[in-house]
């Protein structure tokens, strides 16, 4: 695919895989747990956001932020308006974009703030009607 355009993001997704990867590469449970659910929102007016916790029964975790987004190649950027975690609000968060059909993989560099600096893939499933 050459390039990814506003129309391929818009809409809503599902978490369907959330890892965090080392420096040799190694894939990892991501921070959430092995399970985690979440929701994003692209809207077509520029505004976004996203909710991700632990899978329901397996404890305390809890991320999120809203905002805006933009397209820079191959690259979503999310201007973070508001945030459960206050050192995200009033940054900008590079995302590295994967499309495929109904998959949209993001790939991330955690801020060195969150205490668990490194990088994460973010696995989604564009949903389409009620429910998962």
Do not use: K
Not at 17 to 41: K, N, Q, R, T
């Amino acid at each position: 695919m050459s390039g990814v355009h506003a129309d391929d993001l818009i809409g809503t997704w599902w978490l369907a895989a959330y890892h965090s990867i080392d420096d040799d590469g190694g894939v990892h449970e991501g921070p959430l747990g092995a399970d985690p659910c979440g929701l994003l929102f692209y809207a077509a007016d520029g505004h976004m956001s996203v909710s991700m916790m632990r899978s329901p029964g397996t404890g305390h975790g809890f991320m999120g932020y809203a905002g805006t987004w933009e397209l820079s190649g191959r690259q979503v950027i999310h201007r973070v308006l508001v945030s459960s975690h206050n050192y995200l609000v009033g940054t900008r968060q590079h995302r590295d974009i994967e499309l495929a059909d109904d998959r949209l993989t993001l790939h991330a560099v955690a801020p060195a703030a969150s205490g668990r600096a490194g990088r994460r893939l973010l696995r989604w499933r564009r949903m389409t009607g009620v429910g998962r």
